[in-house]
């Protein structure tokens, strides 16, 4: 855009740059911020490209992290966001029911996939998800499947494969994958189905195993720009960011890319 | 020079089984109430303080009426002009004895000097910067007595003011009552059930037995 | 990292004043009603004043979320996502445990050096101020600490009204949970060690008011 406004008349100049101007301090509110509410496990990622955008003269990124269905909440009820990315595609759905949605801004950002970790001084392997049968596999640790998006997922996966009917005895549910990834570490169970992201930040775990992606359930990280937040343009700009410069360090966290 | 005040006291005042009814009128300097305990005394002074509301009645000090439940009058206590000494005192525990014995002081009107004045009546004099815990019964009382005069009441209700305080102490402090009496000018009504007292301070009795007046008139009346 | 830590702790002791400040006025005013007054509508005044202790914290955050949001009641106020939003969590939660307190403190004192004070003339006003309050005001300070402490402590309602916003919303106790839920666990050992610290101060101070 630079190259264009530098041929135009300078009086044209002036009054677009004062037009701009009066346009950025009349949207009252953050005219250089945007305000982005994202599920929790993206804090890290988001608040590092965050950094990055800043630095190269773009807005502050403002991380407003909390569970998907109560970020959902806080949208619909009227909260100032400007973008929303969640964990599910449930929630997002009911973000743009409410009518929040910029309309075609919606994009599937990032995918995740199962992991099967266990201690990271443990000497297991697994070579297949049929393998958790094994009797040296006593406690398998997994989210709460009715609850907890991993664990609903890793029952899916399970029930599809035909394996959770005969596994069932041994799963030890926990409330959050923070626990289920925690109860890994410690070696309070054998192996722990997390998100690959998870295993990727965790030194005390160790990946046994990783569900390919044309295998398991599909994890996807829906985007989308808001309207009635604050900074409509900023939130454009920032996601685009995100699914171009971003897409380097969300690899590194382990999420996929699409 | 004698300062009486009359009072008119009609009213019924009922509390659990205990009713109480009096239809009197006198005149005194001071009038002693005389009777056994739970002859209904406490409970009449603490009608014309206005601390407890009669079921029915009529109540005028020097013909102002306090209460008169007939036309709907109940005058509220902050603004009856009664200054009552309870039994036990009642001292403000989170003040001194200045800090008690000026509370009552109007804010306009009153005597630069007033709580000097009425200190130095009552002999309080080292005990003024006291906690009020420190205090002996005896001191206590002379502190509620100043307490009250200092809010210069129209009449003043006293409350058995020598129940809390051994025999060989209370021969010091009736004097003081008498002093009120005669250097303040105040009118009072003296509870107490022991005869002799009521001879030494008041002019006119009034006999109150189980809730009901039994005799009235001169302080002669009372057994010697 | 340390700037950051000491923005939080920072942050949140200052809003927890603010709040407790905020609730002291209406708390002391509806223990003194609850302890003095009877009238009509008592017991459901009584009910309100608990009800955010014994609702769960995010419920109240969705009730508030609801009031205070663009459709809601309050929504002109500006208050969702400010720092406003932490003050109002912190103080719709600390209310209840001031006039908890302090109700009894009010009913304890005797009523009998009230009429005192009303014969020596003090109107009611008077009273209340010279009289009521001195006497009641150990369990006040008391009331108004644990309502401090509460407002130091506050997740539930303050994640669902202000979010975790860092710099802006961020809370001790909200930043303790986002950084254990990101694996940051260096951050969130630092984070509970204020957390304790500050409890531990609080608790303290409020046992020696009540031992003095």
Not at chain 1, 67 to 81: D, E, H, N
Not at chain 3, 75 to 87: N, P, Q, Y
Not at chain 3, 152 to 177: C, D, H, K, W
Request: hydrophobic share 50%.
């Amino acid at each position: 855009m630079s190259a264009r406004f530098g041929s135009l008349p300078s009086a044209r100049r002036v009054v677009l740059t004062a037009a701009l101007a009066v346009a950025a301090v009349g949207c009252g509110g953050a005219p250089h911020e945007v305000l982005v509410s994202a599920a929790a496990s993206l804090r890290p990622a988001i608040e590092e490209i965050g950094g990055a955008y800043r630095a190269s003269g773009g807005d502050a990124v403002l991380v407003n992290t909390a569970s998907s269905s109560s970020l959902a909440r806080q949208i619909v009820a009227g909260a100032p966001v400007d973008l929303f990315i969640s964990a599910d595609e449930r929630q997002m759905d009911a973000v743009e029911a409410a009518g929040r949605v910029a309309a075609g801004t919606r994009v599937v950002l990032l995918s995740n996939q199962l992991a099967v970790v266990a201690p990271a001084d443990a000497p297991a392997r697994l070579d297949s998800l049929d393998g958790l049968v094994e009797a040296d596999v006593r406690r398998i640790g997994i989210g709460e499947p009715t609850a907890v998006p991993a664990g609903v997922y890793a029952r899916e996966l399970l029930t599809a494969k035909g394996l959770w009917e005969r596994l069932q005895p041994k799963m030890v549910p926990g409330g959050s994958v923070e626990t289920v990834l925690a109860a890994a570490g410690s070696g309070n169970v054998d192996v722990a189905f997390v998100y690959l992201t998870d295993a990727k930040r965790s030194r005390r775990v160790r990946t046994l195993l990783v569900v390919g992606v044309d295998e398991g359930p599909r994890i996807v990280y829906p985007a989308a720009v808001l309207v009635g937040g604050r900074n409509e343009a900023g939130a454009r700009r920032f996601l685009e960011y995100l699914t171009r410069q971003g897409r380097a360090v969300f690899s590194r966290h382990g999420f996929g890319t699409p | 020079m004698s300062m009486s005040l009359s009072v008119r006291l009609q009213l019924t005042l009922r509390q659990g089984e205990f009713t109480l009814t009096v239809d009197e009128a006198f005149e005194a300097r001071v009038l002693a109430l005389y009777g056994p305990s739970g002859a209904g005394k406490t409970s009449l002074l603490e009608a014309i303080a206005g601390w407890r509301e009669p079921q029915a009645g009529k109540i005028a000090v020097g013909g102002r009426l306090l209460y008169a439940s007939a036309r709907g009058i109940n005058v509220p206590v902050a603004r009856r002009g009664v200054g009552y000494v309870p039994q036990d005192g009642l001292l403000f525990p989170h003040l001194t004895v200045r800090g008690n014995v000026a509370y009552g002081l109007p804010t306009t009107g009153a005597r630069p000097d007033a709580v000097d004045r009425v200190s130095a009546i009552l002999d309080l004099g080292e005990l003024v910067e006291r906690p009020v815990s420190t205090l002996s019964g005896g001191e206590r009382q002379r502190v509620a007595l100043a307490r009250a005069l200092v809010a210069s009441p129209a009449i003043l209700l006293l409350d058995e003011p020598l129940g809390g305080v051994d025999a060989a102490r209370r021969q010091r402090i009736l004097p003081y009552v008498s002093r009120v009496r005669d250097e303040l000018n105040v009118p009072m009504i003296y509870v107490t059930h022991q005869a002799h007292e009521a001879r030494a301070v008041a002019d006119q009795v009034l006999m109150l037995d189980e809730g009901r007046v039994v005799n009235r008139g001169s302080v002669d009346l009372l057994p010697s | 990292m340390t700037a950051e830590l000491l923005q939080v702790t920072g942050f949140t002791l200052g809003v927890a004043l603010v709040a407790t400040l905020g609730v002291l006025g209406p708390g002391v005013l509806c223990a003194w009603i609850l302890a003095r007054r009877e009238f009509p509508g008592k017991t459901l005044l009584e009910t309100a004043v608990l009800l955010p202790l014994v609702m769960p914290p995010v419920a109240t955050g969705l009730l508030l979320l609801w009031a205070f949001g663009a459709r809601g009641p309050f929504g002109g106020l500006g208050v969702i996502f400010t720092w406003r939003a932490v003050v109002l969590a912190m103080a719709v939660m600390g209310l209840p445990l001031l006039v908890r307190t302090a109700r009894p403190a009010f009913e304890q004192v005797p009523r009998r050096y009230e009429l005192m004070a009303a014969s020596l003339g003090a109107s009611p006003r008077r009273v209340f101020w010279t009289v009521t309050l001195p006497l009641a005001g150990r369990g006040v300070v008391a009331g108004a600490l644990l309502a401090f402490s509460r407002a130091l402590g506050e997740f539930g309602a303050t994640i669902m009204i202000a979010g975790s916003i860092p710099g802006r919303t961020l809370t001790l106790p909200v930043a303790i949970f986002t950084a254990a839920e990101t694996g940051q666990d260096g951050r969130a050992a630092a984070l509970l060690g204020i957390s304790i610290a500050l409890a531990f101060s609080a608790a303290w101070i409020s046992n020696r008011l009540v031992r003095d």
